[in-house]
């Protein structure tokens, strides 16, 4: 079963900047698009950003013009860097591919 790892996460100050990163295999990676969704505190799921295979890329709304997602073809991985980060930022941070999903990290953002 394919696995997604993830890394990165924190505790952090409204205004600072974070980066999580996710690795896949390198089968999965070249030719699905990679995602990232956050679950805010009793809260649903919901979508963040998206990379596409061929590098294209789509944001929430929330996130337009502080989140920016990378592909790493190198090692199979992507990024999420967050910047500019606010309390509403805060929530378990998931990487997807498909109907697989890594383990979630955390993200909290204090006011």
């Known amino acids: 079963q394919e696995q997604l790892v993830e890394s990165g996460g924190g505790l952090v100050q409204a205004g600072g900047s974070l980066k999580l990163s996710c690795t896949a295999s390198a089968t999965v990676f070249a030719f699905n698009n990679m995602a990232w969704y956050r679950q805010p505190p009793g809260k649903d799921r919901e979508f963040v950003a998206v990379?596409?295979?061929?590098?294209?890329?789509n944001y929430a709304d929330s996130v337009k013009g502080r989140f920016t997602i990378f592909r790493h073809p190198v090692n199979a991985s992507i990024d999420l860097r967050m910047n500019n980060l606010k309390p509403e930022d805060t929530g378990v941070y998931y990487c997807n591919t498909g109907k697989t999903w890594g383990q979630g990290t955390q993200v909290t953002v204090s006011s």
């Open positions: 990379i596409t295979s061929s590098g294209r890329t």
